[in-house]
């Protein structure tokens, strides 16, 4: 079985940087592609930021230049690092395994066939 653990979330100030980790444990890292989402209040879930069949990471443009997704294979752990952060950028973070690597918009697939994390809520504070 799957897991995936959320930790790092929690409460900045505008222009501040934090750093979220999702653990991953219980499958092949080749069978899934990872990727990270996040969810506004009232709002749809949607793609941060997620890594392709072809191993390249794919950005939201809300968040290019911003922030990064490392994935350390000797930890079995994705990061989400993020800089400069704005008001706009609090939602409920989560972290995704998508078993069929459809990036930034693969949410319907990862309900049906991948798997997500409970969720980390990141606030900016203006």
């Known amino acids: 079985q799957v897991q995936l653990v959320e930790s790092g979330g929690g409460s900045v100030q505008s222009g501040g940087s934090l750093r979220l980790s999702c653990a991953a444990s219980?499958?092949?890292?080749?069978?899934?592609?990872m990727a990270w989402f996040r969810q506004f209040a009232g709002k749809e879930r949607e793609g941060v930021a997620a890594f392709g069949s072809d191993g390249i990471i794919r950005y939201a443009e809300s968040v290019k230049g911003r922030f990064t997704i490392p994935l350390d294979n000797t930890k079995n752990t994705l990061y989400l690092l993020m800089n400069n952060l704005k008001p706009e950028d609090t939602a409920m973070y989560y972290c995704a395994a998508d078993r069929l690597c459809l990036g930034l918009g693969g949410v319907a697939s990862i309900y049906k066939s991948g798997f997500w994390g409970q969720g980390t809520q990141v606030t900016v504070a203006s």
């Open positions: 219980g499958y092949t890292s080749s069978s899934y592609c």
